[in-house]
């Protein structure tokens, strides 16, 4: 009775939020929370498949996306949180909306992306039978902490659960993750063979560089990008672990995408990924990876990672007056350096709005910035506008690289004075943090509608 | 011959936590943009660093397990960095390497480490993190940046501070100054990229060192209405609250630690 009243009232609120503008897609499981907390735990229950857990730093939309169309092609009725509310609340509220008044799930499977911080929530209630991490990298120390923190919250979470565990091999504190398992038999690594030397990161190791298990520097033989790559401890305490699946030759890459191939179990499958980056490619291989452990035929899963278009805001592409504009958010030092690599590096006089907001989604500290290496970007040649609440702190970083930007006073005027520089058939690149992301696809939009 | 200064970053590598290079970056520009030159020595754990022939050194903040491996190597490094400290050599240490540079350190658990004593101050791990915004009124004027620590330091007695919290924390949250200053030595909570929108602390520190290397008296200004810009729009951005961490924390710990252990 008490669960019946949850999912209605629940319901209604998803219903008005979502009239008021608000998106609906958080409050109802706030809800729930206080009225029957015991619900997320029963809906979750019922997926005779059960539930998959997607978390790290940089990925999770994509990879979650990718996992699902692999399943949904595979003859899967999937339950999932495609609009990257990925908190707590976010979790059930997608759960509830799918949940019948009787409290009844005709979902097969739960793909769920997961906030590091709140896996040691909802892994609990929702006893994933597979979680999936596929990295660590600094990211909102305001909120987080740091990244041994982090750590420790994801070991949390899943030391709380029987989870067969996909970890990133190439991520030494992602893999050292192995010792929350509830076994040595339920895990399974994803990493990285051998990329072309163009796609191979010079710059030395960052972010993550010690021995987890003595803080020793480790040794790398390969950087791919930021920590990712293959390391060991001088003193033999921790070494890159032998991934099952693994990518071990791409052939081509471009901004269209990647095609390389995937050894698993000792079969080897070309896979073709329309994303473009180093970063896409693990979250291919991620997807790959946990697709081969749930006994997805490797053939549709290839099949949905060739097909699968970016996730919101990630790599989009719109078109906007006979203009491209390529939509690459940034969220962290890391993945800016790879939309930087992938999109603009190398491109001669490339046109590019980066709008950086400090709301607490985006993170109040904007310090991050700094750690960007901007200082290659200025060979390009680029023309760059800022926008946003920091537009003038993201100027002064570029103007220290060796890059002059127009600080614009608002979003829409940014966007205005992008496209003004671009003619027509010419590509843009924007590159919002998380809200600023929203307010350009809201201006976007209107200019769309007003076309 | 180009005119150049001898920087000593300490311990790059983990001493990085959160866009701790912008301060380098920024010594180095405002340098290169004036006609010097910039030649910035990583000092590493265990490798051999000659201090006597450095003309500024920084310090960043870094994690607390990073912190832990470098503290012993900093000690190791005690009187060198006394020495050149005393000799009016400027130096900039933020986060952690202010702890550090302080008498000594408590963590959490009580633990006491020893600090290399220059400021006359001590840190407490505290049972709340103090993050934000922040804006310091000091004598190289208005400064501008973002806080992000648990530790508490208190100035003893005699011990000038770097200046008077206007909006923020600061050393401790309670009495109102933040960071400290001996001699040219300053030591500062505003994490991370400091410098840049604070371009008179910046060029505090390069006319102390130009001036000591070169009998240099003035430097020639720069346009720093960006920067101007920027400090002004983070002043004015919401100011720091407490995040509790400690029940957590201690679970956090055993966690962490259970894991170093596999």
């Known amino acids: ?451 | 011959m180009i005119k150049t200064l001898r920087v000593a970053h300490l311990y790059p590598r983990d001493l990085n936590v959160y866009g701790d290079l912008g301060n380098v970056i920024t010594l180095a520009k405002r340098l290169e943009w004036r006609g010097f030159r910039a030649e910035i020595l990583p000092v590493e754990p265990g490798h051999f660093f000659d201090f006597s022939s450095v003309d500024l050194v920084f310090g960043g903040g870094g994690q607390n397990s990073a912190q832990a491996v470098n503290a012993d190597d900093l000690l190791a490094r005690g009187d060198e960095l006394r020495k050149i400290s005393a000799d009016g050599v400027p130096m900039l240490l933020i986060c952690g390497s202010y702890q550090l540079f302080g008498r000594e350190f408590v963590d959490a658990d009580g633990r006491r480490y020893p600090g290399l004593g220059i400021f006359r101050s001590s840190t407490t791990a505290g049972r709340h993190r103090m993050i934000g915004n922040i804006v310091v009124d000091s004598p190289f004027g208005q400064l501008v940046g973002f806080e992000n620590h648990s530790g508490r330091t208190v100035l003893e007695e005699g011990q000038q501070a770097l200046g008077t919290v206007r909006q923020g924390f600061g050393n401790n949250g309670g009495t109102g100054d933040e960071g400290a200053v001996v001699g040219n030595t300053i030591g500062t909570y505003l994490h991370g990229p400091a410098l840049p929108k604070n371009p008179g602390l910046a060029d505090h520190l390069l006319l102390c060192a130009l001036h000591r290397r070169y009998g240099i008296e003035e430097l020639e200004p720069l346009d720093d209405d960006l920067a101007l810009r920027a400090a002004t729009v983070a002043a004015a951005r919401p100011q720091g609250r407490q995040t509790s961490l400690r029940p957590r924390r201690r679970r956090l710990h055993h966690l962490a630690t259970a894991l170093r252990r596999h």
């Open chain 1, 1 to 451: 009775m008490r669960e019946t009243a949850a999912i209605a009232l629940a319901r209604t609120v998803a219903t008005l939020s979502r009239r008021l503008g608000r998106g609906g897609r958080t409050l109802p499981g706030v809800i729930v929370g206080k009225i029957a907390p015991n619900l997320p735990r029963k809906l979750a229950g019922q997926l005779p498949g059960g539930c998959i857990l997607v978390t790290g730093t940089n990925g999770k939309t994509t990879t979650t996306k990718l996992l699902v169309a692999a399943l949904r092609r595979s003859g899967e009725s999937v339950l999932t949180n495609d609009s990257g509310a990925n908190l707590r609340s976010g979790v059930v509220s997608a759960l509830l909306s799918a949940a019948d008044l009787r409290g009844r799930i005709r979902a097969t499977v739960g793909v769920f992306e997961v906030d590091e911080a709140s896996l040691r929530l909802v892994a609990p209630e929702l006893r994933p039978r597979h979680i999936v991490v596929l990295n660590l990298f600094r990211d909102q120390l305001d909120r987080y902490g740091e990244v041994d923190t982090t750590a420790a919250l994801l070991a949390e979470g899943i030391a709380a659960t029987d989870a067969r565990l996909y970890l990133n091999a190439d991520d030494a504190r992602v893999a050292s993750l192995a010792a929350a398992a509830s076994g040595p038999d339920r895990v399974s690594y994803f990493g990285v063979e051998q990329l072309p030397d163009r796609l191979t990161d010079a710059r030395s190791a960052v972010d993550s560089d010690r021995c987890p298990s003595c803080g020793e520097r480790l040794r790398f033989d390969r950087i791919f990008y930021s920590h990712l790559g293959h390391y060991s401890c001088p003193n033999g305490d921790f070494d890159r672990p032998r991934p099952d699946v693994t990518v071990t030759d791409v052939v081509h890459a471009d901004l269209d995408g990647t095609e390389f191939t995937v050894s698993a179990g000792g079969v080897r499958r070309q896979v073709r990924c329309g994303l473009s980056g180093t970063y896409n490619l693990y979250n291919a291989l991620a997807a790959v990876s946990v697709a081969a452990g749930l006994g997805v035929d490797p053939a549709v899963t290839a099949e949905a990672v060739r097909t699968t278009e970016a996730a919101f805001g990630r790599v989009e592409k719109t078109e906007v007056q006979g203009r491209t504009l390529w939509l690459l958010l940034i969220k962290n030092p890391a993945g800016f350096a790879q939309v930087l690599d992938t999109f603009l590096i190398g491109r001669t006089q490339p046109q590019v709005m980066i709008a950086v907001n400090d709301l607490p989604a985006d993170g109040r500290d904007v310090s991050w910035l700094w750690d960007v290496p901007l200082e290659a970007l200025s060979a390009s040649r680029p023309e760059v506008v800022t926008a946003g609440t920091r537009a003038a702190e993201m100027a002064l970083r570029l103007h220290y690289a060796g890059t002059e930007a127009a600080v614009a006073s608002s979003v829409d005027d940014g966007i205005s004075r992008l496209l003004e520089g671009l003619p027509p058939g010419g590509d843009g690149y924007i590159l919002p943090t998380y809200t600023a992301m929203l307010q350009v696809r809201r201006a976007l939009r209107g200019r769309q509608e007003a076309a």
